[in-house]
């Protein structure tokens, strides 16, 4: 049975990240690592992976050796870009505005009208009345 447990969407933080150094440094397994940070072996050894430099130990030689503040620098700066930012503008609010009067959802908004926002973004704006002005609400 399993002595770990890792749940989805649970990211490595920069303490386990210079755990893992740490460790790696004492001459620890990954295996090891894994059990004592109660995660799974096959994180530690993919993080160890990714997380591996360069480093300088002579003149002319090298040797990869694992990087905790690096790697969470870059897991920072892949984690900002996977967002992508949209702004409701008032050109696009009124686009969509539009649309809503029209009675197109926001799937087809996306899909035929070449509205380029995610489909859950829409439905965002919509449930909390950022596309709601006096002339787009209905009557009933």
Avoid: F
């Avoid at 770990?4 to 755990?19: E, F, I, Q, S, W």
Wanted: charged letters at 30%.
């Amino acid at each position: 049975m399993q002595d770990y447990y890792t749940p989805k969407g649970k990211h490595l933080t920069l303490a386990d990240r210079r755990n893992i150094e740490r460790r790696l440094k004492e001459g620890y397994s990954h295996h090891e690592i894994a059990r004592r940070l109660a995660k799974a072996p096959q994180t530690i050894n993919n993080e160890v992976k990714r997380g591996r430099v360069r480093q300088q130990v002579r003149k002319g030689k090298y040797e990869l050796v694992y990087s905790a503040d690096l790697t969470q620098k870059v897991y920072e700066n892949n984690r900002k870009r996977s967002i992508k930012q949209v702004s409701l503008t008032e050109e696009l609010k009124e686009k969509i505005v539009h649309y809503i009067k029209q009675k197109y959802s926001p799937e087809m908004m996306v899909m035929a009208k070449g509205i380029n926002v995610p489909v859950s973004t829409i439905y965002y704006w919509i449930h909390h009345g950022h596309l709601c002005s006096r002339h787009s609400k209905s009557k009933k």
